[in-house]
């Protein structure tokens, strides 16, 4: 199966404090992507960094992809309480498919 | 920003009825999705369309269900024959190349078959 796993599956932290979470796969990508979700809510896509990327930033949040180990991290720094959410990985297979694989997540609380 | 506008956010439909989810792209987006969200449950893959036609579906995407783009505009889910078992969160989704970007998802409609 192409599906990322998450890891840790919950976070607690303080606001202020960073959050890292991991992502492994299981075979070759284009690109892997992480989302958020807040409860009950639609998925807000974050950042996409594709395989021949190694580190990619966006505002408070920064990527790394391990290709070799199959494997990426997300960190979000100076958390705030409206981080508070679901954070999911995706792959994007490479091959003809046109889908992506979702992992189960992990649930990030900040604590004010 | 554009968005993906899915109706309606809540249905309640008695099992065995028909429902029809409806979702309208971003307007240059070439691929479009369905994925559904059982509750507690992991983000799963039913159905990719693009050029007018699936590109591919998953085990979950079987005779009950249909996809369709009417007028260009508008893509819908069709259930034939609900089961209880699919009451879940379906979320629409978007993408302008399905390789370089991320995918916009709409909020969702939250189907429960009763």
């Known amino acids: 199966s192409q599906q990322g796993e998450e890891d840790p599956q919950a976070l607690s932290i303080q606001e202020g404090e960073n959050a890292t979470m991991n992502c492994s796969y299981k075979?070759?990508?284009?690109?892997l992507q992480w989302y958020r979700q807040n409860s009950g809510r639609g998925l807000v896509h974050l950042i996409l960094?594709?395989?021949?990327?190694r580190e990619k930033h966006s505002g408070r949040l920064r990527v790394t992809l391990d290709t070799s180990k199959k494997s990426s991290s997300l960190l979000i720094t100076a958390s705030r309480a409206a981080d508070t959410a679901s954070y999911f990985c995706?792959?994007?297979?490479?091959?003809?498919?046109?889908?992506?694989?979702f992992g189960a997540g992990t649930t990030v609380t900040v604590r004010a | 920003e554009p968005e993906v506008t899915q109706t309606p956010s809540h249905q309640v439909t008695q099992m065995g009825q028909e429902v029809i989810l409806r979702c309208v792209p971003i307007?240059?987006?070439?691929?479009f999705y369905w994925y559904r969200q059982i509750l507690g449950q992991k983000v799963e893959f039913l159905v990719s369309?693009?050029?007018?036609?699936?590109?591919?579906k998953s085990e979950i995407f079987d005779d009950q269900f249909s996809v369709e783009r009417p007028d260009g505009s508008n893509f819908t889910l069709k259930i034939r024959s609900t089961k209880l078992e699919d009451s879940a969160m379906y979320f629409c989704?978007?993408?302008?190349?399905?390789?370089?970007?991320?995918?916009?998802f709409g909020s969702g409609t939250r189907l429960t078959v009763v």
């Open positions: 989704a978007s993408s302008e190349d399905g390789v370089n970007y991320g995918y916009t």
């Open positions: 075979t070759s990508i284009n690109n």
């Open positions: 960094i594709r395989s021949n990327e």
């Open positions: 995706a792959t994007d297979p490479f091959s003809n498919d046109y889908k992506l694989s």
């Open positions: 307007s240059n987006h070439l691929y």
């Open positions: 369309f693009y050029n007018n036609e699936i590109s591919e």
